[in-house]
């Protein structure tokens, strides 16, 4: 006996539906599973069973899918004698395919003489749908059964999928024109089954991620009804990403069996123009990969033509990767359809699959590190892990402060890695300080010039506008902006909306378009931007009578560098620094990948992170004694950075954690010597050996000789010099 995975008896009552007649004529066929649904399984043997006086097995099948909340197909309805007596539309149901038919049927009194099967569940307790047969029972059955199966008049080659297609084609024109939109109509138990027939097919069933929807409108009949196929790790909606679907031409002369991408988000997020141009340029991409196809007989250009001429008909015509044409009256068989699938759903699955393994954070932060020696900025005996903590910052937050000593390299490092990443992608932008309004950054309708023939006022567009527009307009790759002394003007006054839209995710972006040499806003989509995802922001500070200090607000929002220069450092022999080499593609849309997933530390958690987190906890009850706690936003990019941190080669969580401290708590922390001091000596103390939360912690001196290392560095030797000017000057900010 060929060897299969479980048995089941599915048990049918003749007085409600007509099995008998149905495994005639419908070759797949939903079963009610009223019990054991969590156990039945693809591939497992089916025996048909016909309740009543006659009772026994009348055909023989095999499950095709899982057990799942479903409606009846179709295709069975003329077999119902009664409606079901739950009342219910949609039960757990299970596919099933008829393989054979018993030919006379095996009666339950032929099995009750049998020894082997006198334990046969059905046998001594029939109440039920389903019932389990052991693997010897299965035997012995398979045995009776060998000289009475034969072949169902549904068997053969199948028109189950060609004819649900051609019914689409010759009926929907009819009820989009004359009929009142509502899903009674036939149409839609049309598409139905052909969802339904498509989800039972051996190409998608052997994929367990592939997902057939069907659409003929929401509200309104679609001038374009489609039936999709999509990979649930790739997308779960036609409004985004890439999947296989069936398109109807809008007159209906045939239908194209495509290779597509989603078109509603991507022009939501970057407009109609924009979103189509980037949909375009994502097709002429996939098409290298689909090349094969082109031996199956699939095009691979942009020509498909829907016979449409606007709405998402004509969207779709510019988002195809590949198609081909089955014309109304000569849709082929069920086995060509399904081959043309199958080779469709294998370049669905090239187009998925990375031809190459993504880089990693760690070749990131080598090839980055690499560039900044080769063009002649070195950061001394510290220079890789200086790196590290910068790459951690800028991917954990796209907003990085960077102080410390005039001329140790801050301001180096920001252009660098906008260099780095391609000059076309940096702009860097001296602040002013007349900067008094978001107008410095977000331009301004400038009403003495005249009005468009539309209506439309032409705005006064800085530099700064038009690369977050250019940024928003390409998000597959980085951009950076750096704003140089940023703290020459009030932060909170020209950056507070820009703080705001980068939290909140919110459009606040004016959505302008260069029209005739002038700015003016979208004619075909009005709507503001979101701040673009792929923009990194790099400030850097410097203090003196003419700089002002940062408000805890923007302090809060971004993680503060300081940059010193060690005595040994300046061994090195000093140059000015040359351009740097723009990284490959691979390495900028690694860092780009990690940086815009909000999640990313949830996949690539840090080895060390009950540890990592533990302390961060301790420190929360440290300030939170002195009323200097942080909140929710701190503790969650506290955890993203040390998860980015280890993947770019930290091996210590205490060094994350000492990092931490140093750019998310420290630069905070301003005032007098009564209101700070307490402050300063219990982080000291924490600082110094990774405990103390006793009521002597404030009473510790970060300035005493000690005769052990601290714990944590870096943040200990700023506590030290911090509280050493706040007893001297009576006042003291992280800046110093």
């Not at 045939?254 to 375009?280: C, M, S, W």
């Not at 090349?291 to 007989?297: A, D, T």
């Not at 016979?307 to 060509?336: F, H, Q």
């Not at 391609?422 to 008094?436: A, K, M």
Request: with cysteine; glycine share 6%; charged share 20%.
């Amino acid at each position: 006996m060929a060897e299969i995975m479980r048995s089941w008896i599915f048990q049918n009552n003749p007085a409600i539906w007509d099995m008998s007649a149905a495994v005639h004529r419908v070759p797949e066929m939903t079963w009610s599973t009223s019990q054991h649904a969590s156990e039945i399984a693809p591939g497992d043997r089916v025996y048909m069973w016909e309740a009543g006086p006659n009772a026994g097995i009348q055909a023989t099948g095999e499950v095709l899918d899982r057990p799942s909340l479903r409606p009846e197909f179709p295709a069975e309805t003329p077999y119902r004698k009664k409606p079901d007596p739950s009342g219910e539309t949609e039960r757990v149901r299970v596919l099933v395919r008829v393989d054979q038919l018993v030919d006379p049927p095996l009666l339950r009194t032929e099995l009750m003489s049998i020894q082997e099967l006198s334990n046969l569940s059905i046998l001594k307790f029939a109440q039920g749908t389903n019932f389990p047969v052991t693997s010897g029972e299965a035997e012995v059955l398979e045995g009776l059964l060998k000289d009475r199966l034969i072949q169902p008049q549904s068997s053969g080659v199948g028109r189950s999928i060609a004819d649900a297609l051609e019914q689409v084609l010759s009926q929907y024109v009819e009820a989009r024109q004359n009929a009142a939109f509502s899903g009674e109509h036939p149409i839609f138990g049309v598409l139905q089954r052909l969802t339904q027939s498509l989800a039972a097919s051996q190409p998608i069933r052997s994929n367990s991620h592939l997902k057939v929807k069907a659409s003929a409108g929401q509200g309104n009949w679609a001038k374009v009804p489609w039936v999709a196929i999509m990979d649930d790790r790739e997308t779960t909606t036609t409004q985004k990403g890439t999947y296989c679907v069936y398109l109807f031409r809008e007159d209906c002369s045939g239908v194209y069996l495509t290779l597509n991408q989603g078109v509603t988000e991507p022009q939501n997020l970057h407009g109609p123009a924009e979103g189509k141009r980037l949909i375009r340029a994502r097709a002429a991409e996939l098409r290298q990969g689909a090349m094969p196809l082109g031996g199956s007989g699939f095009q691979l250009d942009a020509d498909i033509d829907l016979r449409s001429t606007s709405g998402l008909g004509a969207d779709y015509e510019a988002s195809t990767v590949a198609y081909k044409l089955y014309e109304k009256g000569a849709v082929p068989n069920d086995e060509a359809l399904l081959k043309d699938l199958a080779q469709l759903l294998g370049a669905y699955e090239t187009a998925l699959s990375p031809v190459t393994p993504p880089a990693t954070l760690g070749a990131v932060l080598a090839g980055f590190s690499k560039a900044l020696s080769t063009s002649g900025l070195r950061f001394g005996t510290r220079h890789d892990e200086t790196v590290r903590s910068f790459l951690a910052s800028v991917i954990t937050k796209p907003l990085v402060i960077l102080t410390g000593l005039s001329g140790s390299g801050k301001t180096q490092i920001a252009i660098k890695f906008g260099e780095w990443l391609g000059q076309e992608h940096l702009l860097v932008i001296p602040v002013r300080p007349d900067w008094t309004g978001p107008e410095a950054l977000f331009g301004y309708v400038d009403v003495l010039r005249p009005s468009s023939p539309g209506g439309s006022r032409p705005w006064s567009v800085p530099n700064t506008l038009a690369f977050m527009l250019k940024a928003a307009r390409d998000p597959l790759n980085p951009y950076v902006l750096v704003l140089d002394e940023m703290n020459l003007a009030h932060v909170e006054r020209y950056f507070a909306d820009y703080l705001s839209g980068m939290e909140s995710a919110q459009p606040i972006l004016p959505n302008l378009v260069q029209e005739g040499g002038e700015w003016r806003e979208s004619s075909q989509d009005p709507n503001p931007l979101p701040i673009p995802r792929n923009l990194f922001v790099v400030g850097t500070v410097n203090v003196d009578e003419t700089t002002y200090m940062f408000s805890p607000k923007v302090l809060d929002r971004a993680n503060t560098l300081e940059f010193r220069v060690a005595t040994d450092d300046l061994a090195q022999t000093p140059a000015k620094p040359t351009v740097a080499t723009a990284t490959s593609q691979a390495l900028a849309q690694a860092l780009l990948a990690a940086a815009t997933d909000d999640s990313w530390q949830e996949s690539h958690p840090s080895p060390h992170l009950s540890e990592f987190v533990s302390h961060v906890k301790i420190l929360h009850r440290v300030l939170s004694n002195l009323g200097a706690e942080f909140g929710y936003r701190t503790y969650y990019e506290a955890r993203r950075f040390s998860s980015v941190y280890f993947a770019l080669g930290g091996t210590e969580w205490q060094n994350a954690l000492d990092l931490q401290i140093m750019q998310k708590v420290l630069p905070k922390l301003h005032g007098s010597r009564r209101r700070l001091e307490p402050t300063l000596s219990a982080l000291g103390r924490f600082c110094f050996d990774l405990g103390a939360v006793d009521d002597q912690a404030n009473q510790f001196d970060p300035v005493a000789a000690t005769t052990v290392d601290p714990r944590l560095p870096i943040s200990f030797e700023k506590i030290r010099r911090m509280t050493l000017s706040v007893r001297a000057n009576q006042f003291v900010s992280f800046t110093e």
